[in-house]
């Protein structure tokens, strides 16, 4: 029966009862085991191609198909089991084949797109959906920037005018070294009052390097000494009755101000600051939260509020109700918009603005010059956008993403989040990622080591999710150049490598390109930070030198032997100081062209060598130096000066710290290091120059070294 089959019609009709199948199947004839049988009736099957294309692995099948067939189109691979050997691992990273593409499924879809469906419905065609999109844009510019004006430009105290806008930090004594001989170039100490403001969150200003005051150090904590009365039995019965107190000239203003219950933390406030010129007392008091730092002794500038000017009550910071504003706008935005390109355009606008204008502007006593500066930083940032979106946000929000709800509170959230990281981030203990910070911060360490722990899981989790996607390979390309960047960053002398949270956002954004809904957390939250170190620092640089890290702190530099001090009396006492270095407690040159001596932490001598150690004719009264009360008398034959200091005023303790001076090639001083500060008490007596010669390791101090 070797030939063509007799029923044609029949397997015709047969094979027209498969038209659901999803392709034909072939017709295999069977032969009949008994050949003398000619009036059998042939019979046939389905057969399929066995999963080893072996022609004797043929498989009967029952007559009708039970599930669509595997073809070599959509047939996935069976998984390897894993090799350690280079082949095997390799084979590993490049991922499944063929590969799965990750893509958000979103709940309940036509409730989160109704907004975006109905905007297409009103308006059908792109040009006015644009349109649209830009006339939210600039309502929301018109009445941001007139509340904004109007809360500014509407604010005076009657009698001082308009406030002066301070920073956080703002203070009318800066440093020792910055006011020069004496204060002199911090005055009037006395007889002047101004109008100010300050803005909201005032209370989280902190010290971020070590600061002397007196014959102690303090770090992290606000720069508020004194706040009381110089009677301290008077001093609860003041702050009943509202009054503020006096504070010391260093003190941070606004600080104080809240000290003083004159201004509210979130809110912000006005005031009248009146400068009372020197006291001698400013114990430490703790009010409205904050405990202030005491001295106990004098110093030519102090200040106080008047109490009567804090009742202009229109006086607040407006960056929390134009906050509401941009953020319901927003959320309005991501909801209805039909392009996840207008979507991130509008959003990125508008979440730049409010940072450089109102929640985290950069500081300036003018108001026109900050929206000077967010406007020149805004177009570089625009073009940082453009490549963020082109390369990373484009493939998270893929095919327009129809989960607005989900874009709306995973990535519009999370990039507010990080756009407002004055008051998120910043309550983490880390002020900076250098040795340096993380060495002396409190709580830094630890914080560190659980930010890295979430970063790793995040880190394996988001590897294994490129894997699948076929795009570990890339991935992990883009990371080694990375790394391989930073290492020849850090390898350039004499700088220091400074990763800013705008370039960790730079960095860790090629691995959120990813759309699920973790990388839409990750990714809004990147967004928010990079607008927000763009908006209030500046694209500051990756490497910066090891003085522009300090900020006023010390330099490591040597330090000025000083020997014991002859004390002459209750009221005069002398220090012999030489021209040696104290380093690591060997001594060694001079390095510096002088000597400066600071006495209640405000600079009173200043000196050159050859004033310190003079030649023939010089005498004890015949110096040439800078000083109120020190004169120097010259011991030739020992090779060094006798710095002589008379009391100021009896009664009081003393406190004496030395350091190198140099002169600048083109003019100004540069200060080195000081040193401990001794105390010489009221009685007389000296303590603590032992503890300060035992202990120099140019880590110690709070007025670092610096330029004037």
């Known amino acids: 029966m070797a030939g063509e089959p007799q029923s044609g019609d029949r397997s015709s009709s047969r094979s027209s009862s498969f038209e659901k199948g999803s392709q034909d199947y072939r017709l295999t004839v069977l032969e009949p085991e008994h050949h003398d049988d000619s009036d059998s009736s042939q019979l046939v099957v389905i057969g399929r191609e066995s999963s080893d294309l072996r022609p004797d692995a043929a498989t009967r099948e029952p007559l009708l198909p039970t599930s669509s067939p595997i073809t070599d189109h959509n047939r996935h691979h069976e998984p390897e089991k894993f090799s350690c050997s280079i082949s095997g691992i390799r084979t590993w990273i490049k991922g499944p084949v063929p590969p799965v593409e990750y893509k958000i499924t979103p709940w309940l879809v036509r409730w989160q797109t109704a907004p975006s469906r109905y905007v297409e419905r009103l308006l059908p065609s792109t040009r006015a959906r644009v349109s649209l999109l830009v006339a939210c844009i600039a309502l929301w510019g018109v009445v941001f920037l007139t509340i904004l004006h109007v809360s500014i430009t509407g604010q005076e105290i009657p009698g001082y005018g308009a406030p002066v806008k301070l920073s956080c930090h703002a203070r009318l004594w800066y440093n020792s070294t910055e006011c020069g001989l004496d204060g002199e170039a911090c005055r009037p100490f006395d007889n002047g009052g101004f109008a100010f403001r300050c803005p909201a969150s005032c209370a989280d200003a902190i010290l971020l390097e070590p600061y002397v005051v007196g014959p102690a150090e303090y770090n992290y904590r606000p720069l508020v000494i004194g706040g009381s009365l110089q009677d301290n039995s008077t001093a609860d019965t003041a702050a009943s009755l509202g009054d503020p107190g006096i504070y010391r000239g260093d003190s941070a203003i606004c600080p104080a101000a809240l000290h003083a219950g004159l201004i509210d933390s979130q809110t912000g406030g006005c005031g009248v600051l009146r400068r009372t010129g020197e006291h001698n007392d400013y114990p430490s008091v703790s009010k409205n939260g904050i405990t202030s730092i005491g001295f106990a002794s004098s110093f030519p500038l102090s200040f106080t509020f008047n109490t009567d000017s804090s009742e202009n009550t229109s006086c607040r910071d407006q960056r929390w109700p134009l906050f509401t504003f941009s953020l ?267 000597v400066s001596v600071l006495v209640n932490d405000v600079e009173r001598y200043r000196g050159f060598w050859s004033d310190l150690v003079g030649g023939a004719g010089a005498d004890a009264g015949d110096a040439n130096a800078d000083g109120g009360n020190a004169t120097v008398a010259v011991a030739a034959a020992a090779g060094e000066g006798l710095f002589n200091w008379t009391r100021l005023a009896d009664g009081e303790d003393e406190y004496f710290r030395f350091a190198f001076m140099r002169l600048n090639a083109l003019g100004g001083f540069w200060y080195e290091d000081f040193t401990k500060p001794g105390v010489w008490t009221r009685e007389g007596a000296w303590m603590g120059w032992e503890e300060v010669e035992n202990d120099q390791d140019g880590d110690d101090g709070s007025d670092g070294g610096g330029a004037r």
Not at 415 to 425: K, P, R, S
Not at 498 to 524: A, K, W
């Open 328 to 594: 319901l706008t927003t959320t309005l935005l991501s909801l209805c918009t039909t392009s996840s390109a207008g979507f991130f355009a509008s959003i990125y606008f508008i979440v730049y603005f409010q940072v450089a204008l109102s929640s985290d502007p950069p500081y300036s006593p003018d108001y026109l010059e900050i929206v000077s500066t967010a406007l020149g930083r805004f177009l570089p940032c625009a073009m940082v956008g453009w490549a963020i979106y082109h390369f990373a946000v484009r493939r998270t929000l893929a095919h327009n993403l129809p989960a607005r709800w989900d874009q709306t509170v995973l990535w519009l959230g999370p990039c507010w989040v990080g756009a407002l990281n004055t008051d998120t981030f910043d309550k983490i203990p880390i002020s900076r990622l250098t040795p340096h910070d993380l060495q002396q911060q409190p709580g830094a360490i630890p914080a560190l080591l659980t930010i890295v722990a979430c970063l790793v899981l995040i880190v394996l989790t988001q590897a294994l999710a490129f894997r699948k996607e076929g795009r570990l390979p890339q991935m992990l390309t883009v990371y080694a150049v990375f790394v391989a960047g930073l290492a020849l960053l850090l390898a350039v002398p004499h700088m220091n490598l400074r990763i800013h949270h705008y370039i960790l956002s730079l960095l860790f954004l090629p691995g959120t390109t990813l759309q699920t809904r973790p990388c839409l957390v990750y990714q809004g939250l990147l967004v928010g930070l990079f607008v927000n170190g763009i908006a209030r620092w500046g694209f500051d640089s990756i490497l910066q030198t090891g003085a522009a890290l300090l900020d006023g702190a010390q330099l490591g530099s040597v330090l000025p032997v000083v020997g014991a001090p002859v004390v002459l009396g209750v009221s005069q006492i002398a220090f012999a100081v030489g021209r040696d270095a104290l380093v690591n407690g060997t001594r060694g040159p001079s390095v510096g062209d002088g």
